[in-house]
């Protein structure tokens, strides 16, 4: 059997997301996200993996959940805690 030339990579896949699906509907609370300060940086890139629980913390930790963006944000965390535990979100798309 020839050995192959060609390194061994460990390839690694994952369930993901896409964040525009999270928040279809729920733009207030996109707003209040995107204007936190999340433990994440995202922008040019063609997928940003983070954990429902970084959006949720971010979501919960601003001082922009009043009136309507409260319930939005409401709603966002709950469909986000409703995610299986080994799933991610695409900030990208």
Known sequence: MAKSSKPYL???TCQY???SYI???FGLAWNVFFNSDPRCSWG???RTMVTPDVIIDAMEESAE???KEQK???KV???L???PQDMYVDLEN
Do not use: C, T, Y
Request: no cysteine; hydrophobic share 40%.
């Open 65 to 67: 959940n009043v009136g």
């Open 17 to 19: 997301i896409e964040a």
């Open 81 to 83: 805690r409703s995610l």
């Open 10 to 12: 460990p390839i690694q």
């Open 72 to 74: 939005q944000v409401e």
């Open 23 to 25: 928040f279809k509907g």
């Open 77 to 79: 965390v709950k469909i």
């Open 44 to 46: 040019d890139n063609n």
